[in-house]
């Protein structure tokens, strides 16, 4: 994040134009799918002065569509660097569940006008009919466990079924994903028209080209960053009742171009729990031997990572995150955390470059001895000129973002707390149900929402 708005306003949309680049090949890709669904502009037509009675290239369209949206959805969220850097996690992620729930529905389409087709063909033999559709015909039985397997990952996605699975059988269900979407190639591609000629290059250019974009930039490159880098633990302490503090040491570090503010994927190796991979922020700003992490130990994999020794060999994958590219529109800027939300904001403090007075911080913990980086930030704020507010205490009512205390309502604090706040720039980090209450504070005190970011810890 650069401390200097007339910098910051110097650099382009970056973002912006990606997300018009994304979406317009998005559209493009569609157009050109619909063309070969179907083949002319007269069936076109037909199709649009009778749109109710199922035929078979309306069923093939929409199978068509859902599978561009479902490569355009694993592609979201595959790493790619320059969009990870150009869009962040959290609008990739929005993306990636928008495109799901699209591609999901027609999919779903795409199997009933199959089956109506089907059972409107031979209305004398619905069963026999359906399991020649699902079951005999070539590799449509791969099609329908495919299918079943995507439909399984959209349940697990559902926020009240989600909340009650850990991150690690969640992450699992989704990996299931990739071998659902696997599984409903063949039927498209193999013994039809899709797969022969030009229509067969186009099909498989884009499943090859996903394909090899996940295995690039999800399975080589950190394979590869990570026996460059060959980081070790060299500390793990205590930092707050609840909380750790992993230091880690390795070489050429100053290649994995990380900044202060972004996130890696860790996996600290040893036992099976070492293979899950967990997002976690740096809490210092990385050097070309160090790295640091602060960690709850009460969430997946914490109890692990508080086990863990000195010599512990750690793999990475990123780094990943927009903060460190935040495009401001002020001169000031206001940082809000909660709990270890407040990791990437001391990275980022400690990367120095702020103006005196340009930077509060408002820390928000449950109890005094929850407040992390204590003694570090009293030592930024007097280097650089940082106002620190820390906010300790039991919430004082559901939906609010305050602690017991405050008179005043959630907005009418914070315009206390941060008097200039509509001329200043909000990052926001921390659980997502008081981000949420953060964020309709600061509506109500009348900040845009174009100038809110928010860095959720959550999944």
């Known amino acids: 994040m650069s401390p200097s708005p007339a910098r910051a306003a110097a650099r382009p949309g970056i973002g912006r134009a990606v997300a018009r680049l994304f979406v317009l090949v998005g559209v493009a890709t569609l157009l050109v799918t619909t063309s070969i669904a179907y083949r002319s502009l007269g069936e076109l037509l037909d199709y649009l002065a009778d749109p109710l009675t199922p ?12 599978a561009n949206l479902m490569l355009l959805q694993v592609l979201t969220l595959a790493r790619l660097p320059w969009l990870e850097r150009a869009c962040g996690r959290d609008v990739l992620t929005r993306w990636h569940r928008q495109l799901g729930t699209w591609s999901v529905w027609l999919m779903l389409a795409h199997v009933l006008l199959f089956l109506v087709q089907r059972v409107s063909r031979e209305p004398d033999a619905v069963g026999a009919a359906l399991w020649q559709l699902f079951a005999v015909e ?28 850990r991150y690690e059988t969640w992450h699992l269900l ?20 899709l797969g022969r000629g030009w229509t067969g290059v186009y099909w498989w250019t884009l499943y090859l080209a996903t394909l090899a974009a996940v295995v690039w930039f999800r399975v080589v490159v950190p394979l590869r960053r990570t026996r460059r880098a060959a ?3 060299e500390e793990v302490r205590e930092e707050a009742p609840g909380v750790v503090t992993v230091s880690m040491r390795g070489r050429h570090l100053d290649e994995l171009a990380a900044r202060p503010g972004q996130f890696f994927v860790w996996r ?6 070492g293979l899950r991979g967990h997002p976690y922020s740096l809490s210092a700003a990385p050097t070309d031997e160090h790295l640091r992490v602060t960690v709850s130990t009460e969430g997946d994999g914490g109890a692990h990572v508080a086990g863990l020794t000195a010599g512990t060999r750690v793999a990475v994958e990123g780094p990943y995150g927009a903060l460190a590219d935040l495009r401001r529109r002020h001169p000031r800027l206001l940082l809000l955390a909660a ?14 470059g702020f103006a005196p007075g340009e930077v509060t911080l408002i820390h928000r913990a449950a109890h005094p001895a929850h407040v992390l980086f204590e003694d570090e930030l009293a030592e930024l704020a007097a280097r650089d000129g940082i ?5 300790t205490g039991p919430r004082r009512e559901r939906g609010s973002w305050l602690p017991e205390g405050p008179t005043g309502s959630d907005e009418d604090e914070l315009l206390r707390l941060v008097p200039d706040l509509l001329g200043r720039d909000v990052v926001v980090c921390g659980p997502v149900g008081w981000s949420a209450a953060v964020r309709r504070a600061l509506r109500r005190a009348g900040v845009a929402d174009r100038d809110v970011h928010t860095e959720q810890f959550g999944w």
């Open 138 to 165: 070539p590799w449509m039985w791969a099609a329908s466990v495919g299918t079943l397997l995507v439909l399984l990952v959209v349940v697990s996605s559902i926020l009240e079924i989600r909340r009650w699975l």
């Open 231 to 233: 980081l070790r633990v």
């Open 268 to 273: 600290f190796l040893g036992g099976r729990a």
């Open 55 to 66: 035929r078979l290239q309306e069923a093939l369209a929409t199978g068509l569509w859902s």
């Open 174 to 193: 989704h990996l299931w994903a990739y071998l659902g979407i696997g599984l409903a190639l063949p039927h498209q591609l193999v013994g039809g028209e």
């Open 339 to 352: 709990g270890v939300g407040i990791t990437p904001f001391r990275a980022l403090l400690g990367g120095g």
């Open 387 to 391: 106002c620190v507010e820390v906010l």
